[in-house]
């Protein structure tokens, strides 16, 4: 296509809104520009074209028959043109929201209420990818992470979805095997810790506890964990709301409880998410809500 051919695209805007409207002022206010303005669009174009498109009787204006005729083809053109826009904007809203998240919270918070949001939005497709690892949004793909903050650590303007109580959790048989008045003495017994975290030596550290060798630690993803700690393979740090009816039941038990001092908070790129991101954005606040306070 030879570009240098084509007129400009404001001024070809500009003669389709006078034509469509029927009056300089009127396109004006369809373009959220002054009628000066179009009209000097117009007189661009009819000098491109060396052609006269509208006249002027009085107050009222007419096209000409050379502007009739480019009036149609440009409605046309401009038809097709957001006809595309269009169909791109929903191949965007059809495309899946990738969503990431820690394992742990994704098996206990998250899986337990997904199928009521595919049931209220199933036109929204998910990929969501449990990962011990901080993901990059800027690549990838990922348009919308799920992430743990200790609160005092949470970054500046963080988007909070739950805060949550932390615990030591064990078996009874594990943990009442030896006698426990303080944090330290926990170092003799296996600890399990989820993959990419220092959860362990981060809460030894701050509970002033000096380790005069290495402590054991297994590390696995955050949905194996407690499993394995009902199992007696060892205790965890984790959230005390997952293990809520455990400790209930009598079959795992908590020690030095921390109240609301985590919180789980909403990351997504700069600017506005897609209408689809959005929309699970807004669900996970509604299903924080009846989590408890989820601010």
């Excluded at 990059?136 to 303007?157: H, K, N, T």
Aim: glycine content about 8%.
């Amino acid at each position: 296509m030879d570009w240098r051919r084509l007129p400009s695209l404001n001024a070809l805007k500009a003669f389709s809104a006078v034509a469509e409207a029927g009056s300089y002022s009127r396109a004006g206010e369809m373009l959220n520009v002054t009628h000066a303005a179009v009209m000097q669009q117009v007189k661009a174009l009819e000098a491109h074209l060396d052609q006269q498109l509208v006249t002027r009787s009085g107050r009222k204006i007419a096209l000409t028959m050379e502007g009739q005729l480019l009036a149609r083809e440009i409605r046309i053109g401009f038809r097709r043109i957001l006809d595309g826009v269009e169909a791109l904007g929903d191949i965007q809203n059809t495309r899946p929201v990738q969503v990431t998240m820690s394992p742990a919270f994704a098996v206990r918070w998250l899986m337990p209420r997904i199928a009521d949001f595919q049931s209220r939005h199933p036109d929204v497709t998910l990929l969501l990818n449990p990962s011990g690892m901080l993901v990059d949004l800027s690549s990838g793909g990922m348009e919308v992470a799920i992430r743990y903050s200790r609160l005092e650590e949470l970054p500046v303007g963080a988007d909070v979805l739950i805060k949550v109580d932390l615990v030591v959790a064990g078996t009874p048989s594990l943990i009442e095997s030896i006698e426990i008045t303080n944090p330290g003495d926990l170092v003799h017994i296996p600890w399990l810790q989820e993959l990419g975290t220092n959860e362990v030596g981060d809460w030894l550290a701050r509970c002033g506890v000096k380790l005069d060798r290495p402590i054991m630690i297994s590390h696995m993803p955050g949905n194996l964990i407690l499993d394995a700690v009902k199992r007696g393979d060892g205790i965890t740090y984790t959230v005390k709301q997952w293990i809520e009816e455990d400790l209930q039941s009598g079959d795992l038990v908590g020690l030095f409880p921390e109240e609301r001092v985590g919180a789980f908070y909403i990351h997504t790129l700069p600017g506005e998410p897609r209408r689809s991101a959005r929309v699970f954005i807004n669900w996970l606040k509604t299903q924080a809500e009846d989590f408890g306070d989820g601010t």
